[in-house]
């Protein structure tokens, strides 16, 4: 998987989603986010018990494919980065490279199958 986004667009979909799981429930805490990438669109799904949400947004997809990431850390990955676009890659099966101008991190991806 590789896509190719603006910060600000995939910010705005991840507090969407971290949102959306905390006001349906006062313990709800988003813990992962499966991230999709289809030709030309980016889907990012989150869960709490039985309240599931799908946000969807348009990005440059140079690979499609699907990661399992925990939110937290990616959400603060993206909040840090200073430039306008990022690029996110996935390499060796369980890992996801985030790159920008000035930023280049690697983080681990969790087994897609835990989520379903």
Do not use: P, W
Not at 35 to 53: E, P, Q, R, S
């Amino acid at each position: 998987m590789k896509f190719i986004i603006s910060r600000k667009n995939l910010l705005n979909r991840l507090n969407g989603i971290s949102e959306a799981i905390t006001n349906s429930s006062s313990e709800a805490l988003l813990k992962d986010i499966v991230i999709v990438a289809g030709y030309n669109t980016l889907y990012l799904m989150g869960k709490y018990l039985d309240f599931k949400i799908t946000l969807q947004t348009n990005c440059e997809v140079l690979e499609v494919g699907t990661i399992l990431v925990e939110s937290e850390i990616f959400k603060n990955i993206i909040e840090d980065i200073d430039d306008d676009y990022i690029t996110v890659k996935s390499f060796n099966h369980n890992c996801i490279n985030i790159s920008s101008i000035n930023s280049n991190l690697n983080i681990f991806t969790k087994n897609i199958t835990t989520y379903l």
